[in-house]
């Protein structure tokens, strides 16, 4: 009895080694591995749709943030190149954000070099017109020169330009007293002749009052700050008191000795720093292309300048 049961033991023990179905197994899984290694190979990917789904999969978890992409994924096709090594090309794009504040947003905020184009024919544009407005400038200019040529003549008057600008010059001597603010009987024929110019002459009109640095030492203004006003405030009020003249186009302001011609070293240049200047800005072509110029490099998200509208 007891063989018996030894031999029945023996016959339920397994077979040594593995089954034979596990070789097949491996097999399969092994050609498996090697058909997705082969797909993933083979593929393209769309960097486009890669961030749109990754946009998603941040806000299906939750996640709301701006995030700077520095590298994006590229990829080449094997097929495409009949099998030869390919070399990853870089990605026309200056600059890719995806952004996941914005439920809506389903593309990416995309950065070319065509702004750059536009700002250099902006800037083309700009310095053509600012040529066009000097030139304009120095022509109404010599007219305004012409029809004050007695007042020039009398050193009452200077009448020059700087840019765009045409800068009317109304010198104390003739037109006021020292340390006042009242403008001369005599000189008002001499501002209502500027007047009759500006009425001629486009742009905006800024009427600047400027004084020496000799402290002002009267009872009716505390300071060369209000004189040099006061006095911009006279040329302006007498300009004013004809209808015709928009007042919109323009401003009055005091300088004291802040912006002076000449060093205050002497009587002679002390004198010169006393003046009403009537600055008349030929358009603003000057002032938008120092705007653009002053632009920091790449930045194409400011609004396009439309020469036209400058003048």
Known sequence: MSDDNEEEQKCKCPPPGSPAWMATFADLMSLLMCFFVLLLSFSEMDVLKFKQLAGSMREAFGVQNQIKVEDIPKGTSIIAQEFSPGRPEPTPLNEVRQMTINNDMNTLDIRSREGESEIQDQLQGLEELRRQQEEQAKQEAVAVAQALA?????????????????????????????????????????????????????????????????????????????????????????????????????????????????????PESRARNRRVEIVIQKGDAEEALEKLQSRPEGDTEGEPIDPASLF
Not at 168 to 188: H, N, Q, T
Not at 250 to 255: I, N, P, Q
């Open 150 to 266: 007695q007042e020039i003549g009398e050193g009452s008057i200077e009448v020059e330009t700087d840019g765009t600008r045409i800068i009317i010059r109304v010198k104390e001597r003739g037109s006021f007293d020292s340390g006042s603010a009242e403008l001369k009987f005599a000189y008002i024929p001499v501002i209502a002749k500027i007047r009759d110019l500006l009425l001629d002459i486009s742009g905006k009109v800024a009427i600047e009052g400027h004084t020496d640095n000799i402290p002002y030492s009267g009872r009716r203004f505390e300071s060369n700050w209000d004189l040099s006003s006061a006095r911009a405030l006279a040329v302006a009020h007498e300009l004013f008191a004809d209808r015709r003249i928009d007042q919109s186009r323009f401003s009055v302001a005091g300088y004291a000795d802040t912006r002076a011609l000449a060093p205050n070293t002497s």
